[in-house]
């Protein structure tokens, strides 16, 4: 569990001035900014707003990396944003959000600066019994949404006047020193929001950084409160991570910390069996392939990775590598797998198609082993709808296994790869002078379609 000397919590002081950072300290360029983003930015100036590029987007340009996302926070409410951008829509019903729209379906999302919380403004709470937030206090100052952020590498603001960084909690600090830290006292922050310690192992594992103790601390002592969630939006934070270049350091933060098993309690008994070093270690091999093939590109189907999530579970529960199912035995321990992971993975919500491609996955995971060690691939085999999928599940486990590693042309024919596949634009039938007839309607007329002559 990666930590660090320091303990001491980011100051919720909004009265301080903040720090500045000027352009020839900090490795942020216009270059690498989108010129959409930079354009909605210019017209907010123009227009007399104040107009910062926030969140990730500054951290990933200060790291070098190439952002997902350009936010942009201002001082214009939503319906001053919807007169300056014509192209724009509001989206949100508790806070307004506007998007504006450019060509080539791209979109940036402008949001006013927010309070710091709805029922915890400048650090106190109201206990009053209703707990109603009045309109005006919706809004804020930069200080404000700056310090209603989750962690202090999210909170900082980047500005095109000076082209300088806004810094109100230390966010440069701890970029430089690799660090996650709460803002705020880890604690309460973690127990309004139970998803944000699924943020802070996730850009640990994505940047390599250390973990602030108190921020841990309050991980491990508020993990089971991850479950007040929805499970939507669990599933959705969980399949970020999976999706992602760095599953083997997010499972082993998981585990380190306890998340993994409030997620998967059923991992919990396989774990804590005498095995269980062996099956953590396959578990972490078995990422670290996933991460390798996400690092060249390859986009794994979402079935596939929850497989190999879960595969060191089948294999321990129901010694899946000694089974050599044929026939009517076959498809019964399919019955018995896919019962299963409705059982565990019921809470999850997983569609019904996935969950019985997973069982293909493991099911006849033991056969292709058998197939590689003889060399014997049957022609049935092939001709199998669930080939490809199940040969690119058995060849991960493979190289997991200290196997070879997968040749590209093999992923190539598993998966589709979606970035390299052109649409051709849909082909519209056009006519030499504006209402002239088409030849359908020539042939309707004279009677051709129906076969019919006058």
């Given at each position: 569990?990666?930590?660090?000397?320091?303990?001491?919590?980011?100051?919720?002081?909004?009265?301080?001035?903040?720090?500045?950072?000027?352009?020839?300290?900090?490795?942020?360029?216009?270059?690498?900014?989108?010129?959409?983003?930079?354009?909605?930015?210019?017209?907010?100036?123009?227009?007399?707003?104040?107009?910062?590029?926030?969140?990730?987007?500054?951290?990933?340009l200060y790291l070098g990396k190439t952002p997902k996302d350009f936010d942009i926070s201002t001082d214009a409410r939503p319906g001053q944003l919807r007169k300056i951008f014509k192209n724009s829509r509001l989206i949100g019903r508790r806070f307004r959000l506007v998007q504006v729209f450019f060509h080539g379906n791209k979109i940036v999302e402008v949001s006013t600066f927010r309070c710091r919380s709805e029922f915890d403004l400048n650090g106190v709470t109201n206990n009053s019994e209703e707990n109603i937030l009045a309109a005006n206090n919706t809004y804020g100052s930069p200080s404000d949404d700056a310090f209603r952020r989750d962690l202090t590498i999210n909170s900082l603001f980047y500005e095109i006047e000076n082209y300088t960084i806004i810094d109100y909690t230390d966010g440069v600090k701890d970029l430089e020193q690799g660090l996650i830290r709460f803002i705020g006292e880890p604690e309460r922050r973690v127990q309004r929001d139970p998803a944000r310690m699924l943020r802070v192992i996730r850009h640990a594992a994505r940047n390599n950084f250390s973990i602030e103790p108190r921020t841990w601390q309050a991980i491990i002592n508020h993990k089971d409160k991850l479950m007040l969630c929805p499970i939507s939006r669990i599933r959705d934070e969980l399949m970020k991570d999976l999706h992602s270049s760095a599953c083997r350091i997010w499972t082993q933060l998981a585990m380190d910390s306890g998340i993994f098993y409030v997620l998967f309690p059923f991992y919990q008994p396989v774990h804590d069996a005498p095995e269980s070093a062996e099956n953590r270690e396959l578990l972490l091999a078995i990422q670290a392939v996933v991460d390798r093939l996400h690092s060249k590109g390859t986009k794994l189907p979402d079935q596939i990775l929850f497989s190999l999530l879960l595969l060191p579970w089948a294999i321990a529960e129901h010694d899946l590598l000694n089974?050599?199912?044929?026939?009517?035995?076959?498809?019964?321990?399919?019955?018995?797998?896919?019962?299963?992971?409705?059982?565990?993975?019921?809470?999850?919500?997983?569609?019904?198609?996935?969950?019985?491609?997973?069982?293909?996955?493991?099911?006849?995971?033991?056969?292709?082993?058998?197939?590689?060690?003889?060399?014997?691939?049957?022609?049935?085999?092939?001709?199998?709808?669930?080939?490809?999928?199940?040969?690119?599940?058995?060849?991960?486990?493979?190289?997991?296994?200290?196997?070879?590693?997968?040749?590209?042309?093999?992923?190539?024919?598993?998966?589709?790869?979606?970035?390299?596949?052109?649409?051709?634009?849909?082909?519209?039938?056009?006519?030499?002078?504006?209402?002239?007839?088409?030849?359908?309607?020539?042939?309707?007329?004279?009677?051709?379609?129906?076969?019919?002559?006058?």
């Open positions: 569990m990666p930590t660090d000397p320091g303990s001491s919590s980011t100051p919720v002081d909004n009265t301080l001035p903040p720090r500045i950072i000027p352009r020839s300290k900090h490795p942020i360029s216009r270059k690498n900014i989108d010129r959409e983003a930079l354009k909605v930015l210019y017209r907010l100036r123009d227009a007399g707003h104040l107009a910062y590029l926030v969140g990730g987007g500054v951290r990933d089974k050599n199912c044929r026939g009517p035995e076959f498809h019964r321990f399919l019955h018995k797998i896919r019962s299963r992971l409705d059982e565990i993975l019921g809470p999850m919500s997983i569609k019904r198609i996935h969950k019985e491609r997973m069982a293909m996955h493991i099911v006849t995971l033991p056969q292709f082993i058998g197939f590689a060690r003889d060399n014997n691939w049957p022609k049935w085999l092939k001709r199998k709808s669930y080939y490809r999928e199940c040969d690119l599940f058995f060849r991960i486990f493979s190289e997991a296994s200290g196997g070879k590693k997968i040749p590209e042309h093999i992923v190539a024919a598993s998966v589709p790869q979606l970035s390299k596949v052109k649409h051709k634009p849909s082909r519209k039938r056009r006519y030499k002078k504006r209402g002239t007839p088409g030849p359908a309607f020539a042939a309707k007329k004279d009677g051709g379609i129906f076969g019919l002559k006058k």
